[in-house]
C-alpha cells in the first residue's frame, strides 16, 4: 500500500512539474506571437511609408510603379530561367515588357526619367562588366592550369630523354667492351 502511495506521489510531483514546464512555454509562445505580431505591423507600416514616399509627387509615383514592375518582371524571367515549368507564362512577360515599354514612351522626356534610366543602364552595364570579369578570370585559371599540366609533361618529357640517353650510352659502351673483348 505505501509503495503505491509513493508511486502516486512521484506521478503528481511529475505531474506539477510538466504543468510548469507546459506553462511556461505557453507564456514564451505568446511573447513570441506577441513579438512577430510587432514585426509584421512594422513592416506594414514601412511599406505604408514607401508607397507615400513614392506617391508625393507624380513622377516619383510613376518611377516607383516601374521600378517595382521592372524588379517583378527580373524575378519573373530569373524564375524561368531557373525552373522550366509550364506554369509560368511566357506571353504574361511578353504583354509586361510591352506595358513596360508603353511606360517608358509615355516618361521618355522627363528629366527624372532619363536620370533613373541612366542610372539603370550603369547598373546593367555594371553587372555586365562584373560577370565578364568572372568569366575572363574563370578562363585564365583553366588556362594557367592547362598550362602547369603542359610544363609537367615537358618536365616528363625531358627527364624521360635523359634516361633515354643515358641507357643509349651505357649499352654503347657495353657493345664496345664486348667487341674489344672478342
Known amino acids: 500500500m505505501s509503495n503505491l502511495e509513493a508511486n502516486e506521489l512521484k506521478l503528481t510531483q511529475r505531474v506539477e512539474q510538466l504543468k510548469e ?3 511556461i512555454a505557453a507564456n514564451q509562445l505568446q511573447a513570441m506571437e506577441a513579438e512577430q505580431s510587432a514585426r509584421d505591423t512594422e513592416v506594414a507600416g514601412l511599406r505604408q511609408q514607401l508607397i507615400e514616399m513614392e506617391a508625393s509627387s507624380d513622377d516619383r509615383a510613376d ?3 516601374l521600378h517595382r514592375h521592372l524588379i517583378r518582371l527580373q524575378v519573373l524571367s530569373l524564375a524561368l530561367s531557373l525552373a522550366d515549368r509550364p506554369s509560368f ?4 512577360t511578353k504583354a509586361n515588357i510591352c506595358g513596360l515599354k508603353c511606360a517608358i514612351r509615355r516618361h521618355g522626356n522627363s528629366e ?3 536620370k533613373w534610366k541612366e542610372k539603370t543602364e550603369l547598373e ?3 553587372a555586365t562588366a562584373v560577370r565578364r570579369l568572372a568569366t575572363a578570370q574563370t578562363h585564365a585559371g583553366r588556362l594557367e592550369a592547362t598550362a602547369l ?3 609537367r609533361r615537358l618536365d616528363d618529357a ?3 630523354m635523359v634516361r633515354q640517353r643515358q641507357r643509349a650510352r651505357l649499352k654503347g659502351r657495353r657493345l664496345r667492351e664486348t667487341i674489344d673483348a672478342s
Open 21 to 23: 514546464v507546459a506553462f
Open 63 to 65: 518611377l516607383g510603379r
Open 89 to 92: 507564362s511566357h506571353c504574361d
Open 112 to 114: 527624372k526619367w532619363n
Open 124 to 126: 546593367i552595364s555594371e
Open 149 to 151: 599540366r603542359l610544363e
Open 158 to 160: 625531358d627527364a624521360e
